[in-house]
Structure formats: C-alpha cells, structure tokens
C-alpha cells in the first residue's frame, strides 16, 4: 500500500497538467485566407474574434490595441509587447541588500514592430536596469515608491532607454507590475 499512494499521485498529477495545459492552451493562429474570399485580410482574425493573439515565433502573446493616427488619418493599432521576463533591482543600504524591487515590464509598439522588439530584447533588458539601478541609487525606490512624481520620474527615464533602442517603433513603457520584496 505505501508503494501504491505515490504512483497514484504522481497520476493524479500527470492527468491534472494535461487537463490544465488543454484548459489553457492559445487560440490557433488565423488561417491563411481562401483564394476566391475578396473579404478575407491575411494574418486578420476571423469576423467576432475580439480576443486576437499575434505570435512572434514561439514567443509570448501580443495584444492589439487602440493607437496612433498614421499619416493618411486612419486609425492604426498599436501592439503591447510583454518583456519575457520580470526584471529584479536589489536595494542596496549601507554595503547591504535590504530588499528587491521586482519589476514586470511591457512596451507599447507602432504595428508591426513586435519581432523587432524580440529581437533587441537583451540591449532594452539592459538599458532598463541601468536606468532602474540609478533610480535605485538615488532612492527612488525608498519611501511611497509608488507616489505621482516618482513614477512619472521612472516611466520618463524608462521611455528614454527604449526609444534609445528602438528609436520611433516604441509608444511607451508600461510598468505593469511592481513589488518591493523585503530581505
């Protein structure tokens, strides 16, 4: 018996991953449009699919979103990127880590620009954490972190590294998420 309760857990595990990885699994991408469909847009989800998911290669889901007027006046969508990875800032006090700032952050990109973003992830993952260890330093992580002006402070010294990155492709920073974990 005490042989059999662990193989019936590790079971009970197997077939409850399997049954949450199928509950969770992404939508299928679009398919390709049928050559006699003249209403039919490429890589455009099909009509009442307000939930569309871009894919760039395996990489996380973007979501489209209202954006920028383009030069002829019409409305085009803006991508929301999500960096793979949350970005974690120790606070340093007297020689001493006293606690970590944890950071999750997205990008806000004109359409079209998601691979590019992909693709200079290592150089905006390192731009951001200069820009949050200077913040850090200079104690913009102590106190109200969280207040009007020391955000503002961040999200401006934030847009300025992406845009030195990626020049015009990026709209802004989103800091989506922000914890300050003690010690």
Do not use: W
């Given at each position: 018996m005490k042989k059999l309760i662990p193989v019936i857990l590790m079971l009970l595990g197997l077939v409850g991953g399997g049954a949450a990885g199928v509950m969770l699994r992404q939508p299928a991408p679009p398919a390709?449009?049928?050559p006699d469909d003249a209403h039919c847009v490429p890589g455009e989800a099909p009509e009442g699919d307000e939930n569309t998911h871009a894919e760039a290669g395996a990489e996380a889901p973007v979501a489209e979103g209202e954006g920028a007027t383009g030069e002829e006046g019409d409305v085009a969508a803006n991508e929301y990127v999500a960096l793979q990875r949350q970005i974690?800032?120790?606070i340093v006090n007297e020689d001493k880590v006293v606690s970590l700032m944890v950071l999750s952050l997205s990008l806000e990109v004109v359409a079209g620009a998601t691979p590019l973003v992909y693709d200079r992830q290592p150089k905006l993952r390192d731009e951001f954490l200069e820009v949050l260890f200077r913040h850090a330093n200079t104690g913009g992580f102590e106190g109200v972190f969280t207040s009007g002006e020391?955000?503002?402070?961040?999200r401006n010294a934030l847009n300025g590294a992406a845009k030195k990155v990626m020049g015009d492709n990026v709209v802004q920073v989103l800091v989506t998420e922000i914890l300050r974990q003690a010690v």
């Open positions: 390709e449009c049928p974690i800032v120790p020391k955000m503002s402070d961040l």
